[in-house]
């Protein structure tokens, strides 16, 4: 049995895991990272991020081929199945793989392939598919993941029941899918299948899509999936989900019962933690299999840390990156630290949706004299160029001081455009103002003339 020493290991290679290895490497520390799936990259290439949007990419442009008049005086509308479509984010994954394969090799970090656990505080038990090996560290940093919340009651064996993983092997077009649960991953996957016209009834458990979004915003994502053809079921409650050989029926608790060709599962995550030995180090995850931290991604075991999806809130690639590179900071005691907070929503739904900062409810219950600046695509003459009319840009802003804040979009390169606001709202004191959209000249015709369209907007609401 091989036994080797490293000052930091890394349990996982997604997006904090690569954010952790990296930044530790290029300070100088011995490096390993773990991964017991055959490829890096983690949920985030492999079942997440990374297919669902190179998904959603290729049904806009789909239905751009299908609505463009021009494209309808050379040809017919096209049908594309469900497995067409999904050849090219399997090629997108491909590239990612073979792109962060390389940053370790040439970081000289440590790629071992099996799966940790826990011996004590000190020691990885690494299980691999032909040998066990013993690796020693000083820090470790859990970056694991996440993996779709599969309840007890809902048989996922059965070939016609998905969850947000197992979707992405659908050999078929279904004609009808149930999708249950209309949080981020669940809108997403509506507006996919919407777009390749399957009739899809979207559950929400809850009593409006996306809750956490500003209002208006929410009330124009619920818009255009209804507007696609989505029925949209609020305040529902799954009772039983039951397949056969010709489709599934889900009953409800109101009563209703709703039958479809396919099953799609997409309420909840659970932490990637049972199989990692924790109770040999004293560590308890949440129901969930979160594991809690401090402001400095520390865990209740002085050297562990845990970052990314692992930790819940806000389970996003993005975020994870920058959290895993971090904890690195603080093992390493670099100038570089920060808690990772300020972080933009990025929601693929199509159309997009992007935020960052205060809602509109959150201002009003905080009793802020705010005011609102709106610009609409439809009048802006590069989305008159692209035919992408729907959507719109928000500014918040303090009426007094002019200070943004909140930014919220809506419609193509959502998430795209938010980051001109963020950068604006990021600056210190008077930098952080209304007026830099007003005085500033923005390249015409682009999107980003939004801000000043907005911001003129908002400007004539103040007396």
């Known amino acids: ?84 479509v999904l050849q090219n ?51 470790v940093v859990i970056a694991t993941g996440s993996r779709p919340y599969l309840p007890p009651d809902v048989n996922f064996r059965h070939h016609r029941i998905y969850n947000s993983d197992t979707i992405l092997n659908l050999s078929h077009t279904p004609r009808t899918l149930i999708i249950y649960g209309a949080g981020v991953i669940g809108s997403e996957y509506a507006s996919i299948f919407a777009g390749l016209g399957v009739k899809v009834d979207l559950i929400n458990p809850g009593s409006r899509l996306l809750s956490f979004l500003d209002d208006e915003i929410s009330d124009a994502l619920s818009y255009h999936l209804r507007n696609n053809g989505v029925l949209v079921r609020h305040n529902e409650q799954y009772e039983s989900v039951e397949g056969d050989d010709h489709g599934v029926v889900l009953s409800l608790q109101s009563g209703k019962k709703i039958r479809a060709d396919a099953f799609l599962w997409c309420n909840g995550r659970s932490g990637n933690t049972d199989k990692l030995g924790l109770e040999n180090i004293g560590l308890v995850p949440n129901g969930r299999g979160q594991l809690a931290v401090d402001e400095h991604y520390r865990t209740e075991i002085e050297n562990v840390y845990a970052v990314g999806d692992v930790i819940g809130w806000p389970s996003l690639a993005s975020a994870a990156y920058d959290q895993g590179r971090s904890a ?17 929503t990025g929601i693929y739904t199509i159309p997009e949706i992007s935020s960052v900062g205060k809602t509109e409810r959150e201002l ?100």
């Open 1 to 84: 049995m091989a036994e080797h020493h490293y000052d930091v290991v890394v349990i996982g290679a997604g997006p904090a895991g690569e954010g952790a290895a990296m930044n530790a490497t290029k300070h100088g520390k011995r490096v390993a990272i773990i991964e017991d799936k055959p490829t890096v990259g983690g949920n985030c290439t492999h079942w997440g991020t990374i297919p669902s949007k190179a998904l959603r990419h290729s049904v806009k442009q789909i239905i751009t081929f299908n609505t463009n008049q021009m494209f309808r005086d050379i040809g017919e509308p096209r049908w594309f199945s469900f497995p067409r």
């Open 364 to 463: 009003t219950e905080a009793k802020v004299p705010y005011e609102v600046g709106q610009a609409f695509f439809k009048d802006l003459a590069r989305a008159q160029i692209t035919g992408e009319a729907v959507g719109m840009l928000k500014i918040l802003f303090h009426r007094e001081t002019r200070q943004i804040l909140g930014i919220h979009c809506f419609g193509d390169q959502a998430a795209e455009i938010v980051h001109i606001g963020q950068a604006i709202m990021n600056q210190e004191g008077e930098a952080n103002s209304l007026n830099y959209f007003i005085n500033t000249t923005f390249n015409y015709p682009t999107m980003a003339e939004a801000y000043r369209v907005a911001a003129l907007n908002g400007l004539n609401r103040i007396f």
């Open 89 to 139: 984010a399997q090629k997108v994954i491909g590239k990612q793989v073979k792109l962060r394969t390389q940053f370790y090799s040439r970081n000289r970090v440590d790629l071992i392939n099996g799966r940790a656990s826990f011996l004590d505080g000190n020691r990885l038990e690494i299980r691999g598919h032909k040998s066990i090996e013993i690796l020693h560290f000083k820090q």
């Open 328 to 344: 690195s900071s603080d093992i390493v005691k670099d100038d570089y630290f920060r808690f990772v907070s300020d972080v933009p």
